[in-house]
């Protein structure tokens, strides 16, 4: 894995670069199976996917078998506080269904030998302390909330992102 990898699919194609997204993030790795049903879970969700009976245009993928990205071209219509209900309730359901933690916002992903490893946010200072994190690390970004980011940034060395200030 590399940071020239892409990450984008073609889910996105003619999405506004600065729609919105939310990323959420497996505490295991999705099987190709699980990845290509979640896929089509979001497909369908997306696709019926409303704000106060609007139609959004929206859109999900499965990024690295384990990150999922929901997307919302917010330039043609805002999704509204019960849409973004609907979206959690959907992630929630998906988590149930999966065995998965989707909401840990304190895990950090990174590639160390070409392989995705993570690790809690509270362990930081030893993992930089033992220089398993540098400022070359490769980080998946999980704080991007634009498409157009997730598609140039999400995989960035970790001195270009939010880690940089602990790691100088």
Not at 6 to 29: A, C, H, M, R
Not at 55 to 79: H, Q, T, Y
Request: proline share 1%; charged share 20%; glycine share 4%.
């Amino acid at each position: 894995m590399t940071a020239t990898e892409t990450t984008k699919t073609n889910v996105f194609d003619g999405f506004n670069p600065e729609s919105k997204i939310w990323i959420y993030s497996s505490n295991q790795l999705l099987s190709d199976a699980d990845t290509e049903n979640i896929n089509q879970q979001l497909a369908i969700f997306t696709k019926q996917w409303s704000s106060h009976n609007n139609a959004l245009k929206a859109a999900g993928a499965v990024l690295f078998n384990r990150f999922i990205v929901l997307s919302v071209d917010d330039s043609i219509e805002n999704p509204g506080g019960c849409s973004i209900d609907k979206s959690i309730h959907f992630i929630q359901d998906i988590e149930t269904r999966y065995k998965l933690n989707l909401f840990d916002r304190l895990t950090i992903y990174y590639v160390s030998e070409d392989e995705m490893k993570s690790f809690h946010f509270s362990d930081l200072q030893n993992k930089i302390a033992s220089e398993e994190i540098s400022d070359h690390t490769l980080i998946m970004d999980t704080t991007i909330t634009q498409l157009g980011a997730l598609q140039s940034e999400f995989v960035k060395e970790a001195g270009q992102s939010w880690l940089a200030k602990f790691i100088k």
